[in-house]
């Protein structure tokens, strides 16, 4: 991503907490462009070293 980054983070959206289900989390990322209101779910893992990873986007 490199110089791109903070126009990639600008672009993503506000993330909000859904719910914890056993050891994963799911989130909802909402973002507002030209055509309309988007909604992406996000869910995170936590892995065998105790670090949180993306499962879904």
Excluded: C, H
């Amino acid at each position: 991503m490199g110089p791109n980054l903070q126009l990639y983070i600008k672009e993503m959206g506000d993330i909000y907490f859904d719910m914890k289900l056993g050891n994963a989390l799911y989130y909802e990322m909402i973002s507002e462009q030209d055509e309309g209101v988007y909604s992406f779910p996000i869910r995170f893992a936590e892995d065998l070293n105790g670090d949180w990873i993306i499962t879904v986007f």
